[in-house]
T-cell receptor
């Protein structure tokens, strides 16, 4: 089966660091994606991991452990504009490589 | 370069009616995927089209259908609407199929369907 779990909501303070976890169970694995979606807007691509380890891109980093079926998105120096939903998605290689999305984590950043 | 364009942005229908949603991908993108987004279920994959052919299909009933034209524009149709079909329908385009390269998807802002 396919299952992708993320916390539903998180809160953090401006300037802080927050880690959003994602665990997955899929028949196959061919990459993990993080997307950001502001309320009422389209999701936008943040990161892609296919090998174990950390990928850093500015204030955002994404980590993957394939053996544990685990990823996290790390947001540093939080800004108010980072308040959004963060979607974890796995490409399931046993399921025609479709992107399977989690339900998303709604992050609220407070001043 | 223009992004993914979806029309209409908002629409209200009643049960039993049908609806057609349209998606124009980014110029040069040949793959179009459709997703249904609801608060409880997140993004659920509907189907993917590439070069006018359906390449992948999600677990939705046959009431949900789609097609892609030679200019890569795509439409999806939902017949015999049910209350549970109320959702945001997102279209995403990519250069190639989702399984090629990073498979980054570029999303439109969606069509919000309300079924009364």
């Amino acid at each position: 089966g396919q299952n992708i779990d993320q916390p539903t909501e998180m809160t953090a303070t401006e300037g802080a660091i927050v880690q959003i976890n994602c665990t997955y169970q899929t028949s196959g694995f061919n990459g993990l994606f993080w997307y950001q979606q502001h309320a009422g807007e389209a999701p936008t691509f943040l990161s892609y991991n296919v090998l174990d380890g950390l990928e850093e891109k500015g204030r955002f980093s994404s980590f993957l452990s394939r053996s544990k079926g685990y990823s996290y998105l790390l947001l540093k120096e939080l800004q108010m504009k980072d308040s959004a939903s963060y979607l974890c998605a796995v490409r399931d290689s046993y399921n025609t490589d479709k992107l399977i999305f989690g339900t998303g984590t709604r992050l609220q950043v407070f001043p | 370069k223009a992004g993914v364009t979806q029309t209409p942005r908002y629409l209200i229908k009643t049960r039993g009616q049908q609806v057609t949603l349209s998606c124009s991908p980014i110029s040069g993108h040949r793959s179009v995927s459709w997703y249904q987004q609801t608060p409880g279920q997140g993004l659920q994959f509907l189907f993917e089209y590439f070069s006018e052919t359906q390449r992948n299909k999600g677990n939705f009933p046959g009431r949900f259908s789609g097609r892609q034209f030679s200019n890569s524009r795509s439409e999806m149709n939902v017949s015999t609407l049910e209350l549970g079909d109320s959702a945001l329908y997102l279209c995403a385009s990519s250069l190639g199929l989702q399984d090629r390269g990073t498979g980054e998807l570029f999303f439109g802002e969606g069509s919000r369907l309300t079924v009364l």
